[in-house]
């Protein structure tokens, strides 16, 4: 049974048939449009691709002239945006020399293996730990190596609590560091960015992030809330001072400290203050905690801490060095050797006379009337 559609929409139905003798026209569903053209053609898709396998169009052959077109356009682009940005808007990473990134030691041996060199330069770092875990001595061994080197190095000293004696036994120059006691956040991270643009400081350590009051809760009273303000204090800063960081290559060390979130039963409560946006910034996160006692006898001499570094966009992260690991070993190996303790022994002692006779020219250079000490020239035996 055939129901024939109008003439002008040129396709007919088929109905199946229940008849078991009566053979079906078509083999296709019911309501199947069925065109009434004869022969279906393929359809001709033209390449343009010119027989290039797998569609490679981005050939970089000289004798290609659409490869040569495309060179000149991406020449002319680059050229045009340096002259309205300034020279080295956009540039080619092996003519500018910046794919190594240049370290400074980190006053540690076996942390600088676990850093792949060092900490890096123009990059921000952020230290956090505990309580006594360690942070500002790592971050004044790092102000020291690059005093070393001669380099400037600044301390922004937001917790008011630099110790001079403390800084001077561990390396550091005190009389060239420069040091800042900021009254509020904003001051703080405005001085450090200003002091980074100048392109003459090389390290600049803010301890702490925690310490970064913002003016309107200084200004405000006791126990008002202050929802945010640090966190957004945070971000405005580190979006202006990472890049002029860069361009300075100037490193920028956070200190940190842990808070602890309320209510939480599974996972780790602990978080860093200041907002997230350190953590996002940052290129080196190292993670300070201490791992024991250093004893002499019964009395406690040290800590020894062990630093994990968190996160790198330098090297590998996820690796671990031990810090004052080394002291008992050291007295070891110089019990076991003791010609090398006598040697030690005896230069330390040379040093020691050697200072008392230039004590004793400049007592005798001050005063006329007394004798100056004999004693032997350094180069003598004593």
């Known amino acids: 049974?055939?129901?024939?559609?109008?003439?002008?929409?040129?396709?007919?139905?088929?109905?199946?048939?229940?008849?078991?003798?009566?053979?079906?026209?078509?083999?296709?569903?019911?309501?199947?449009?069925?065109?009434?053209?004869?022969?279906?053609?393929?359809?001709?898709?033209?390449?343009?691709?010119?027989?290039?396998?797998?569609?490679?169009?981005?050939?970089?052959?000289?004798d290609d002239p659409r490869s040569l077109d495309r060179k000149k356009a991406l020449e002319a682009a680059m050229n045009e945006i340096n002259g309205s940005f300034g020279r080295g808007s956009v540039t080619r990473l092996g003519s500018a020399g910046g794919a190594l990134v240049e370290t400074f030691p980190s006053g540690c041996l076996t942390l600088d293996f676990a850093l792949g060199g060092g900490l890096p330069k123009g990059r921000i770092v952020e230290i956090y730990g505990p309580e006594s875990s360690g942070k500002?001595?790592?971050?004044?061994?790092?102000?020291?190596?690059?005093?070393?080197?001669?380099?400037?190095?600044?301390?922004?000293?937001?917790?008011?609590?630099f110790d001079s004696a403390y800084s001077k036994a561990l390396g550091v120059d005190v009389e060239n560091l420069i040091v800042c006691q900021p009254d509020n956040g904003e001051m703080a991270l405005e001085i450090a960015d200003r002091m980074c643009r100048s392109g003459a400081i090389d390290l600049i350590c803010i301890d702490s992030v925690s310490a970064l009051t913002?003016?309107?809760?200084?200004?405000?009273?006791?126990?008002?809330?202050?929802?945010?303000?640090q966190a957004r204090l945070m971000s405005q800063a580190l979006r202006k001072m990472s890049g002029?960081?860069?361009?300075?290559?100037?490193?920028?060390?956070?200190?940190?400290?842990?808070?602890?979130?309320?209510?939480?039963?599974?996972?780790?409560?602990?978080?860093?203050?200041?907002?997230?946006?350190?953590?996002?910034?940052?290129s080196l996160r190292l993670e300070i905690r201490s791992?024991?006692?250093?004893?002499?006898?019964?009395?406690?001499?040290?800590?020894?801490?062990?630093?994990?570094?968190?996160?790198?966009?330098?090297?590998?992260?996820?690796?671990?060095?031990?810090?004052g690991q080394g002291r008992d070993?050291?007295?070891q190996f110089l019990r076991e050797n003791?010609?090398?303790?006598?040697?030690?022994?005896?230069?330390?002692?040379?040093?020691?006379?050697?200072?008392?006779?230039?004590?004793?020219l400049q007592i005798g250079s001050?005063?006329?009337?007394t004798s100056p000490l004999s004693v032997p020239h350094q180069d003598e035996e004593f």
Not at 136 to 149: F, M, N, P, R, S
Not at 214 to 229: F, K, T
Not at 345 to 350: A, P
Request: glycine share 8%.
């Open 1 to 62: 049974m055939e129901l024939l559609a109008p003439p002008n929409l040129r396709f007919f139905f088929s109905f199946p048939t229940h008849k078991p003798h009566t053979p079906r026209r078509f083999n296709y569903s019911p309501f199947t449009p069925i065109f009434s053209s004869s022969v279906r053609r393929k359809p001709r898709v033209c390449s343009q691709l010119n027989g290039k396998v797998n569609g490679s169009v981005f050939s970089s052959g000289d």
């Open 329 to 331: 070993r050291a007295l």
């Open 244 to 282: 002029n960081a860069s361009k300075a290559g100037c490193t920028l060390i956070f200190l940190n400290q842990i808070r602890y979130k309320i209510g939480v039963y599974y996972g780790n409560p602990e978080v860093t203050s200041g907002g997230i946006a350190l953590k996002f910034f940052a």
């Open 291 to 323: 791992i024991g006692k250093m004893k002499s006898g019964d009395e406690d001499i040290g800590v020894r801490v062990r630093v994990r570094v968190q996160k790198s966009k330098v090297s590998r992260p996820y690796k671990q060095a031990e810090l």
């Open 366 to 369: 001050s005063n006329p009337g």
């Open 214 to 229: 913002p003016r309107a809760e200084i200004e405000g009273e006791i126990g008002m809330q202050q929802i945010g303000l």
């Open 338 to 360: 003791p010609h090398l303790s006598d040697e030690i022994e005896k230069q330390d002692t040379d040093t020691f006379l050697w200072l008392i006779y230039s004590s004793a």
């Open 136 to 161: 500002t001595t790592l971050a004044l061994h790092a102000i020291a190596e690059v005093q070393k080197l001669g380099g400037n190095a600044m301390l922004v000293d937001a917790e008011h609590a």
